[in-house]
């Protein structure tokens, strides 16, 4: 790995904020690709984050500082993962689900859709399926994204289709899931429109719903 990514690793790794967005702008100034940084820097360190958890070496705070680095850092690179400029293609009010309070993958969905020319409205976290249909009613939603990175709160996935069907709003949204978690014979099981494993894809997903 280039020795710029593996500085931006270590210091999200550490939560050093400050290392962390500093490398990100070396990155970009270097040459590296927008989505190597992404991917290869701040993505993978997050993997590791995810693994020293499991092993016990870290805990929630650790956790959650290396997150705060993250954001940190992707901050600097979003004006960077823009794509060309396009028309707004729909608006999308996107979540995260009841019980849930992971931010980092569902923010990075809403960057890339936006670049991609959709609208977001964001709900924010621990979005009840009540905040997800009152989004619904009270503006012209085309697609309803939800995201989840725990086992124990897939299901209000499901949940919350459940109750677009039964304020009878399931036909006027589409629905899109995504998060660590999820796959895509979970959303064919619950009846959503539509599975992404990553925020380009979840963009072209949108894209190619509405059309
Ligand atoms: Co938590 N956490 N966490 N955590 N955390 C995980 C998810 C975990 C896998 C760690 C582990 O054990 N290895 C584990 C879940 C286990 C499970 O359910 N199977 C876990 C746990 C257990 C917990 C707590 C329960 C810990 C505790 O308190 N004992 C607790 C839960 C709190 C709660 O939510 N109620 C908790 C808390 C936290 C922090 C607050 C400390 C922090 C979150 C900070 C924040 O988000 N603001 C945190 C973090 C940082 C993680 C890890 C390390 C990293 C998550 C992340 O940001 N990844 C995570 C381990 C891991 O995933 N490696 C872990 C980077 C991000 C870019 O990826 O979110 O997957 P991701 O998003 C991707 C795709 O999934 C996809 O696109 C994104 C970009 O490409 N995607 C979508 C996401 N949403 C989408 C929606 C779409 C389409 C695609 O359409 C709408």
Not at 97 to 116: F, R, S, W
Not at 155 to 161: G, N, R, Y
Request: glycine share 10%; hydrophobic share 45%.
């Amino acid at each position: 790995v280039n020795e710029i990514l593996e500085s931006i690793q270590t210091a999200v790794l550490k939560g050093d904020m400050k290392t962390t967005q500093d490398q990100v702008e070396l990155a970009i100034g270097s040459g590296l690709t927008p989505a190597d940084i992404l991917h290869e820097g701040l993505i993978s360190a997050m993997t590791e984050v995810g693994r020293l958890f499991e092993e016990g070496e870290y805990y929630v705070p650790e956790m959650l500082i290396a997150a705060r680095a993250m954001r940190g850092g992707l901050a600097i690179l979003k004006p960077h993962l823009a794509e060309t400029d396009v028309q707004p293609l729909g608006k999308i009010a996107l979540g995260t689900v009841k019980g849930d309070l992971h931010d980092i993958g569902k923010n990075l969905v809403g960057m890339m859709l936006e670049d991609a020319g959709f609208e977001i409205v964001d709900l924010g976290v621990d979005v009840t399926p009540e905040i997800f249909i009152e989004a619904i009613q009270s503006s012209e939603i085309d697609i309803l994204g939800m995201s989840t990175l725990l086992t124990t709160t897939m299901p209000l996935m499901k949940a919350t289709i459940a109750a677009l069907v039964d304020a009878q709003l399931r036909d006027q949204v589409k629905v899109i899931i995504g998060g660590a978690p999820v796959t895509q014979s979970y959303a064919d099981d619950i009846d959503a429109d539509g599975y992404a494993p990553d925020a380009s894809r979840a963009a072209s997903l949108a894209k190619s719903l509405l059309n």
